[in-house]
């Protein structure tokens, strides 16, 4: 057993990101990705793990760089002749794409567990390293907005998140448990880092599985958060349209003030440079450098950056 | 209710030809093509009728004439990242051609039936006309060969049919029951139409259906064949090398003969006019014309050709 291990946690496209650039800097015993599953859906009979699938495609260098999210030399033929059937045509599912949906769902109606169906797809993708779900139980994110309670991919994708956002709800999370990975890292780990995700419907989910919050409050390993929040905006995704219809600025500090005292340290963009004196104050040990990942030298930079800085933390007393 | 009516049974690629010929020349409401399902298969958790599929193509006019067989337009991008994923690869199946089976795989989990997800697809297509399965039962061919049993793709696609052919068990026919739309039309057919399929493997299924063999040879309708073999070969498939594997020459005689005297009339090719003479002699009533359909005109004047001359035969007494 290494005495070093990386538990990070990680939702979709800034969790992939981030999650390539452990991969370049960890070995594969020293590193488990954990991955929000509470934005997996049942889509035409297929298991689509949106979130799972981004993080493996981007470790594997599978994912589309350009389009910023999917396979890399993705095709659109499925979906074509979808439309031309008049099937529903609001969820894109690539030509390339649909060889994991497809895999994964044989795999699962074969009574496999998500976490057993993501180590088959990670090794059929050349993944050394740990990548794991949250759990194996179908939790649900339920997004209340003002139009009511929508299903997490009516609203962020068929409704391209246009209604107010209000809150989110965790269905079926009282009876979920932690993945095996999850488990076993929250008791090995000597660094947890959170990933530049959505806090509210990436992160969240992961830490609202009965026992995690616990778990890590009981965890001596540091606890490092990477801001999703880059110049008062989130790099991707809908982070900022929904801090401010819960009436919050969109800013690392409110981000910080979301997590409290799970975080220990917090890494923000030197864009966001003003708010180290108020981070400071509220108790964080602050690193700030440039956070915005574009290719894999800085994903690997930023990686070892959050590596030095968690490491060179002390030990924390329970939070 | 109109007074003709024809029900026309169908296997795959001669069997799509032959139906879309048949569309062209009658309206929806006087045919129903009832196609063979021994050959279907659960692949990757995907639900595939390979000869349903061929028939509904054909008709919708969106089957690749070029290759044969398949959706028109085609790409394999799926085919290619399973390939890269280590997944099985044997059986093809094009990025268009999901569209079919994730639609089908998914109203089957649903709780539809066979019929009625047919029903959907051909609606789905633009289709008009009644494309039925012989069965919503699950019956499936398993090919007898000098290597032993073998599934039926797993023979005819995964082994390409290299193993010689000693037969073929349906298995669970005997539990099966006719559509209802192969009920019904059995009830009011005014001609039954062979169409130039493997008799072994595409039409002897929905011959098997307990009932239907009954039922045919109940009916006052003529019973037309169009024969499978031209020239001493197969248009296409594996029909020869079967027949010669089991000890018969190759030939419309052999054919006939394994149809017996469920057929009245036999269509055949003027390459074979040689056989007019014994199939006449054997008591058959044959028409000689080009049976080898290569595009749409062809296949509307056999499907004429055929259809004159099913109403030309006498009504039959008991077969």
Redesign the interface.
Known sequence: MSERFVLALAGGVGGGKFARGLTAVLPPDELAVVVNTADDFLH???HVCPDIDSVLYAIADLNDTERGWG?A???W??M???RR???ADWFQL???D???H??R??AL?AGQSLSEVTVM?AE??GIKHTVAPMTDHAVRSIVETDEGALAFQDYFVRRQCQPAFRGVAFQNIASATASAALGEALKTATAILIAPSNPFVSIDPILSVPDVRDSIRRSHAPVVAVSPIVGGAAIKGPLAKMMRELGLEPSTLEVARHYGALANGWIIDASDRDSLPTLEAMGFRVLVTNTIMRNTEDKARLAREALDFALELPQQPLR
Chains 1, 2 share one sequence.
């Open positions: 035409l009979g297929l396979h030399g993705e095709t033929n499925f074509d002749t979808l059937l008049g099937a690539g030509d390339r649909l060889a994991t497809v895999l769902t044989e109606a797809l059929r993708m």
